[in-house]
DNA sequence: GCCGTTTTCGGCCCGACTGTTTTCAGTCG
């Protein structure tokens, strides 16, 4: 499947457009295509051997013959023509903040600056100065300097360590802040935080913080600055009566933000951060975000939707689903424990997970072949059932389940024959190795593996691991059908680098007809936490408690595993 | 380059902050 090639080729055409100097509106348009085609839950291909790409948003003739060309010749030579008209290394300069396209491209054709480090030298030696002024040359230093250690997303616990500790010093300080930007958007990885408050000065604490390395601006309006480990922080400072929009504007997505401000000009009305207003200038909404989407004809729009992915029209038609919430989760379906790779004993685990009010944990210590997880045998695995029907007599009604995490191995077959794995309480079966194999051979083993009568769940199905390695390039459409027509479950690992299945996935996956697990995958009682950023996965993948297996009593999960 | 319940041409979200900046372009969110 070849989505992610195509919006990255789409996405590098639009920097090279800002690049050359080129309309910026080109270059917005290459970024929607791009976001189009990233959002996909199709493959890519299909469409195109189809002649559906003009159907597609965002994508005309022009982009269409570009894919086309991609696709049919496996070959990029629109890229190649854009890259000679840009100067050379206006497009690493890009990279520096504060240099757009403008300046990137003065930079390399007027003065002949090849690089980042060429920039560095050059500013060094005062040779931009005259032509950028002194404060700009100073300023850009500075930025190149720091432009070395990219900033890189982070995952969500550390998203969130972070913005609790900025929101613990702000309220210190007698600030109470909200916090907005992708994390209130519960995405799988946070780049910047975004704060808001009511508070006016309060910018003036955010640079006083103790992790602050650089002010990058400071208004009475809007602060950012850069921490120390490379997060920027953006904190913007409303009134009271205009929170709700500012909090629209500040939540995000850009995207949606957008779609919602052009649905405003549809009804003769204006949408910024202040409020929503007629044409005369007369505030209609603005306090809450309620009643601003109220004023739109809009109902409310969870903040896990507003990627512009539907929810607008969605809440236009009163359709936006009852989301999945953690209260609704009744157990977890992937724990391990010692008797694999685990860090605690059956009984911990178990006690934890009757702490957060669960009725049952599916047990899934790995099998043999997961060498390096200390994977049980077949004589293992009856040990250790003894002892969970122990602990299922002491604890009852809690239960614990007899579960697997069943490794596909590199040819396709199974670690145990069907008749051992059917005196499992169920079978989730994952696919470690071999991830070097092509995708074709990959795609088989896992549809294999969803086929097999004695599986029920597929485990983490791309195996991505998120800034590390990317998931297996699988037909995920052909599992997804495969899991429908033999009535399995799939998972999203709430894993913080796994989050796998992805929104997008699990989304048509639920669309489709197929039950969706959302499990912890803990190898530790705090561990078991981790549901709830699966949880956040499902709501950004539209899906209600209906959708997913493990919010259903115990009774009716036993009865999904027959 | 895309798009159209006023348009096949002329728009494309809207506003804060910076700078050698006295009316605005560039960048960013």
């Known amino acids: 499947m070849k989505n992610n090639e195509v919006a990255d080729l789409l996405m590098q055409m639009s920097l090279l457009s800002e690049a050359a100097g080129e309309d910026r509106f ?32 965002n994508i005309g003739e022009g982009i269409a013959k570009k894919i086309d060309e991609y696709l049919r010749t ?125 508070t006016s000065g309060s910018g003036d604490v955010l640079v006083r913080f103790p992790g602050v390395d650089t002010v990058i601006e400071h208004g009475p309006k809007r602060t950012s ?26 939540t995000g997505s850009k995207d949606h933000n957008i779609a919602l401000r052009n649905l405003a000009i549809e009804k003769k009305m204006k949408l910024n951060e202040y409020g929503l207003f007629d044409s005369s200038g007369n505030r209609l909404a603005g306090r809450s975000e309620e009643e601003v989407f109220s004023a739109l004809g809009l109902s409310y729009i969870p903040p896990e939707l507003r990627e512009n992915r539907g929810e607008v029209e969605a809440a236009q038609s009163n359709n936006i689903p009852k ?50 997880a200390n994977g049980l045998s077949e004589d293992r695995f009856r040990n250790q059932w003894k002892e969970i029907e122990m602990l299922n007599d002491e604890l009852a009604p809690f239960r614990i389940l007899k579960g697997i995490e069943l490794e596909v191995r590199g040819d396709g077959s199974l670690d145990f024959e069907r008749k051992f794995l059917e005196e499992f309480d169920y079978v989730g079966a994952s696919i470690h190795q071999g991830y070097r194999q092509s995708p074709d051979k990959l795609t088989r083993r896992a549809l294999e ?12 199905p791309t195996n991505r691991l998120i800034g590390r390695r990317e998931g297996h390039q699988l037909d995920i459409p052909k599992l997804i059908k ?30 489709e007809g197929v039950t969706l697990a959302v499990d912890s995958d803990a ?29 259903q009593s115990l009774k009716d999960v036993l009865k999904n595993f027959k």
Not at 484 to 501: A, V
């Open 449 to 460: 593996a969803i086929s097999n009568p004695s599986v029920d769940i597929l485990f983490h």
């Open 523 to 551: 190898h530790s009682p705090d561990q078991l936490e981790f549901t709830k950023y699966g949880v956040l996965v499902a709501r950004r993948g539209w899906l209600t408690s209906k959708a997913v297996l493990n919010s």
């Open 26 to 57: 080109k270059a917005i348009a290459y970024r929607k295509a791009a976001t189009t085609v990233r959002d996909l839950s199709e493959d890519i291909e299909n469409v195109w051997r189809e002649n559906r790409l003009l159907d597609l948003p």
């Open 225 to 250: 600055v850069r921490l120390s480990i490379g997060t920027q922080v953006d904190l913007r400072v409303v009134e009271p009566s205009h929170l709700g929009a500012a909090m629209m504007y500040f």
């Open 74 to 198: 496996g070959n990029a030579t629109f890229i190649d023509k854009l890259k000679a008209r840009v100067p050379e290394g206006a497009l690493e300069l890009m990279n520096v903040p504060g240099v757009g396209p403008r300046t990137a491209y003065k930079l390399a054709k007027q003065y002949g600056v090849k690089s980042v480090e060429e920039l560095e030298r050059d500013l060094e030696a005062g040779k931009l100065t005259d032509e950028l002024g002194k404060q700009a040359s100073t300023r850009l230093l500075e930025e190149v300097r720091k432009a070395k250690y990219a900033e890189k997303r982070m995952l969500l616990p550390e998203a969130e360590a972070i913005a609790d500790e900025i929101t613990r010093y702000m309220e210190h300080n007698n600030i109470e802040v909200i916090t907005a930007g992708s994390l209130r958007r519960g995405k799988s990885t946070v780049g910047d935080l975004d704060f808001l408050s009511t």
């Open 323 to 372: 989301l999945l919430e953690m209260k609704d989760i009744r157990g977890d379906l992937q724990v391990h424990s010692t008797w694999s790779d685990g860090e605690a004993d059956i009984r911990t685990m178990a006690e934890a997970a009757r702490r957060l009010g669960y009725e049952y944990l599916g047990l899934t210590d790995h099998s043999y072949s997961m060498r390096v």
């Open 482 to 511: 495969a899991a429908k027509d033999n009535g399995k479950i799939l998972e999203i690992d709430g894993q913080p680098d796994r989050l796998d299945l992805d929104e997008v996935w699990a989304r048509r996956a639920w669309e």
